[in-house]
């Protein structure tokens, strides 16, 4: 890090760790009863308690001090404004303003960029609708009852993960997804699929990913071959979603079937464009527009909320404070929301594709971690599984623990015993069991002296490990749209702070490049010989066991 005064920061925090890590969390709640109050965050209909971590007020204090002394303010702004943050690839980060429904500019290059957003997101919410209630008919005039969403990375993992989340607002339309060029994906959907009501939307910012291209190839023959070839048939079954309109058009679709966006919108972070349309599909324009202002509410709490109560940024720094000083590799997410199933999947790609980077904005290889490996699934099924190493493990895990209060099953028995569950855990987590208390059980339980003795220290719990609590009410299009822009905004800070371009993945480029050698050494004859002894051995192998 170039900023000195920076560096004195991040040396008192590693000295601050050495002196609060004797303590226990246990032991810090005995002693603040108003730490809960101290350190929550109300904001609309979300409730972030971050009481459950390693902190006091001095870690707090140096945290926001870092933050400081990392240009962060002036860093939003120029997220916000425009500038072209994301430089290695010479563009601008503007995601905010799809969601920017205040009516006011967005200046880029001089131009406001609201009127074509505006333009381009009325017509994929006309033609989603359109879709919804049965206007547009397929080439034999039926109406359409299933969209293919066919793509991968940010083009997949955010619009099906709303839809799942969105789930209960769903309409008759089905949505479904394609994605992984394994041929069982698109086969296993086709299967069920008819041509005559289905429709295909290739969401592909670059239209050149090799896996989309692949599957949206297969699509395009299975419909053909059905259709007698009839390329204008075609037509009003396929639309695309890119900003390459040239591939677009060379691919057959048809000119007001080409939904649009710019290169100031990341894969990653592309949802909110007309990425989003298989999402417009399945819960209606209205909801997909109330979820632009979920995000857009959430976007001016983190451009005009001073840090100390800023959501994201507060997140960025507890993450910060475990990856860099006490060596926390990974950081579990835990959606105690059966509809948020797909949602860790969703934040690994924002966050390891934007913070797994090792070089800083000056060129220079850090000498400090950055992002950590994302990784969890549900509560409660994943009590089942992984949270014996969380609670008894060696690895200091952080996690955040999201749920909604409301029961949208009307089962409220049911979810009582989910929320009893997701209390329990970050309370366990946190407290832990002493040798003293388990000792007192098992007495109580009226066992003898040498099996206790023997049984102890397995079923002692440290505790002190941390939790973030997220609540919400109910996961309407509006909170989700909130929750989704959090972590967007979390990831850039930290970001900021490691001094890194979250925006940008080079890291995905070498694997994609040799990928096409050995696509092309399958159809060469004989030994391959051009790679290293393993890499050649096995794609001989391949080439000579296949059937
Ligand atoms: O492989 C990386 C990546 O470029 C992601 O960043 C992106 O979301 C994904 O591929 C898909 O790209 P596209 O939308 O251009 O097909």
Not at 376 to 388: D, L, M, V, W
Request: contains cysteine; aromatic residues 10%; glycine residues 6%.
């Amino acid at each position: 890090m170039k900023n000195s005064l920076k560096n004195e920061i991040w040396k008192e925090l590693s000295e601050h760790k050495n002196k609060i890590e004797i303590r226990s969390m246990r032991d810090m709640f005995a002693a603040e009863s108003e730490r809960f109050e101290k350190y929550s965050i109300f904001f609309e209909d979300l409730l972030l308690d971050y009481s459950k971590n390693l902190i006091n007020d001095k870690t707090l204090g140096l945290l926001i001090n870092l933050a400081k002394h990392s240009d962060l303010k002036e860093n939003i702004e120029a997220m916000f404004t425009g500038e072209k943050i994301n430089f290695t690839e010479k563009r601008a980060v503007l995601h905010t303003a799809l969601r920017n429904l205040s009516g006011n500019s967005v200046s880029f290059e001089g131009k406001d960029v609201m009127p074509d957003i505006k333009i381009e997101l009325d017509k994929a919410m006309e033609f989603a609708d359109s879709l919804r209630n049965g206007i547009h008919k397929g080439f034999t005039g039926k109406a359409i009852t299933d969209v293919v969403n066919i793509g991968i990375g940010g083009s997949h993992l955010g619009p099906e993960m709303v839809c799942t989340a969105l789930a209960p607002y769903t309409g008759d339309v089905k949505v479904h997804f394609v994605s992984n060029v394994d041929p069982t994906d698109i086969n296993d959907k086709l299967k069920s699929l008819n041509p005559e009501t289905t429709l295909f939307l290739i969401a592909s910012k670059t239209f050149t990913t090799q896996e989309t291209m692949a599957n949206a190839e297969k699509s395009r023959q299975w419909f053909l071959s059905y259709s007698d070839n009839d390329e204008a048939a075609l037509a009003k079954h396929f639309a695309a979603l890119s900003t390459n309109i040239e591939a677009c058009i060379k691919f057959g679709i048809a000119n007001d079937r080409i939904f649009g966006f710019w290169d100031w919108v990341g894969g990653r972070y592309s949802l909110w464009s007309v990425i989003g349309l298989s999402i417009a599909v399945s819960i209606g324009s209205d909801n997909f527009l109330k979820m632009l202002d979920g995000a857009n509410k959430m976007d001016e709490h983190f451009r005009h909320t001073p840090f100390e109560q800023n959501i994201p940024v507060i997140l960025a720094l507890l993450g910060i404070w475990y990856a860099n000083f006490w060596q926390a590799s990974t950081y579990a997410i835990i959606p105690y929301d059966q509809n948020l199933l797909k949602f860790t999947e969703f934040l690994q790609q924002l966050d390891m594709e934007s913070n797994g980077k090792r070089i800083t904005k000056n060129g220079s290889i850090v000498d400090y971690t950055t992002g950590p490996v994302i990784w969890g699934t549900i509560g409660t099924n994943s009590q089942h599984s992984f949270f014996q190493l969380i609670h008894q493990g060696t690895q200091l895990i952080p996690a955040d623990f999201i749920a909604g209060t409301d029961c949208r099953s009307g089962d409220k028995s049911q979810h009582d015993i989910l929320m009893s569950n997701f209390f329990a855990q970050t309370e366990a987590l946190m407290k832990g069991k002493t040798e003293d208390e388990v000792r007192d059980e098992l007495e109580a339980a009226g066992m003898n002296n040498q099996d206790i003795e023997s049984l102890l220290p397995h079923k002692i719990f440290p505790g002190n490990k941390p939790t973030n609590t997220i609540l919400y009410q109910s996961l309407t299009p509006e909170t989700l749209g909130m929750l989704i822009a959090m972590y967007e905004h979390k990831v850039f800070v930290q970001g900021i702070i490691w001094e890194l371009n979250s925006f940008d993945q080079w890291g995905v480029e070498l694997g994609k490049q040799l990928a096409k050698g050995i696509l092309e050494d399958f159809a060469k004859s004989g030994e391959i010989t051009g790679h290293d002894s393993s890499t050649n051995a096995l794609i001989n192998y391949y080439k000579s066991s296949k059937s």
